[in-house]
């Protein structure tokens, strides 16, 4: 009962050299459950490559931008943390598959950019946790699923530091400016409900009621948005994208445990998903990601989305262990 192997990826045990063939045989023979278990086995292994690939970059890329920035002078650590190259070796595929099963198995998750965030938060909310809070100064927010942020009130500046994540901030005037900053850019209130949510490739602000200032980079004197109730701006990089209307009710409705799309890529549907899977939801097919999406789903079940978005799109889904799901 031979089996092919893809190159790189060769399987422990049978496929070494001095490994019994006629022994593993008559296992499989012995009942007729083995064949099954080890075709599982099998398949687990296999399809594990790709994905660990993808989270070992992505963990290897986050944990180098940390690394960068401890040993930056303290005067750029204010800004975005740089990528660094992501690490690579001779066994890199079957070293890394290893490593994923093993996380998986023994029940932890190596991700450094969440535990190294998560020193310097105030506040942390748990994939599928939404965390209503009143700060000192009497200002509302509402933390949405898996995010983190950082408070520093000195008395003459009340500041928010999102980390990760997002939530809608409802400030109470006292006299003094208050800011949310996320990855280098900032949201100034001038009067407002409004929301500062990080996702992978940029910062949005989206108000609801009120003005809000915003600008691209908090060190620099750049021209700032000020957006009105039903606007929306995004940042990255030091570049600032140009008002555009929204439906603020839509975009918030994460609230009341919906997440709301209007020709949204595939790509940012998961990357929001993602927040209330306990786990990772990684998408491979580059194609797919771009497909448009337009609908509201329930935050509280995400395997019915995928389920959903499947039926549509017609992709197929994979869940490893119960804490990655692999979608191509």
């Known amino acids: 009962m031979r089996r092919h192997t893809p190159p790189g990826h060769e399987r422990p045990g049978r496929d070494r050299p001095g490994c019994d063939e006629r022994a593993f045989e008559r296992w499989l023979a012995a009942d ?3 064949p099954e278990a080890y075709a599982r086995a099998e398949a687990v292994w296999i399809c594990s490559a790709a994905p660990a690939a993808r989270l070992a970059e992505e963990e290897s890329a986050a944990l180098a931008g940390y690394l960068a920035r401890m040993d930056a002078p303290a005067s750029r650590r204010r800004g975005p943390a740089s990528r660094g190259p992501a ?24 991700q450094p950019q969440r535990w190294l965030g998560d020193l310097r938060a105030d506040y942390v909310s748990a994939p599928g946790q939404i965390r209503e809070l009143t700060l000192t100064d009497g200002s509302h927010l509402v933390l949405d699923s ?9 008395g003459r500046e009340r500041r928010v530091e999102l980390l990760r994540g997002g ?12 800011v949310v900053g996320a990855e280098g850019g900032e949201a100034r209130v001038l009067g407002t409900e409004f929301e500062v949510r990080r996702l992978r490739r940029e910062t949005r602000v989206t108000v609801a009621t009120g003005r809000v200032a915003v600008r691209a980079d908090e060190t620099a004197e750049l021209p ?27 975009v918030l409705a994460w609230r009341q445990g919906w997440l709301a799309f ?10 929001r998903l993602g927040d209330y899977y306990p786990g990772r939801i990684l998408l491979l097919d580059d194609d797919l990601a ?6 509201s789903f329930p935050s509280a079940d995400p395997h019915a989305v995928l389920d959903s978005l499947q039926a549509v799109l017609g992709f197929r889904q994979r869940e490893l262990l119960g804490r990655v799901i692999v979608i191509h």
Do not use: I
């Not at 690490?87 to 190596?110: D, E, I, K, Y």
């Open 262 to 271: 209007y020709q949204t890529p595939l790509s940012e549907v998961l990357e």
């Open 167 to 178: 939530a809608v901030f409802k400030v109470a005037h006292n006299g003094q400016p208050f």
């Open 224 to 250: 700032q948005a000020v957006l009105h109730a039903g606007q929306r701006v995004a940042f990255a990089d030091g570049r600032l994208t140009a008002p555009e209307a929204v439906d603020s009710g839509a």
């Open 87 to 110: 690490f690579r070796g001779p066994a890199w595929t079957l070293a890394m598959a290893a490593c994923l099963l093993l996380v998986l198995w023994t029940g932890g998750w190596w």
């Open 32 to 34: 007729p459950r083995h």
């Open 146 to 154: 898996d995010s983190a942020l950082a408070l520093r009130f000195d």
């Open 290 to 295: 771009a497909r448009r999406v337009t609908g």
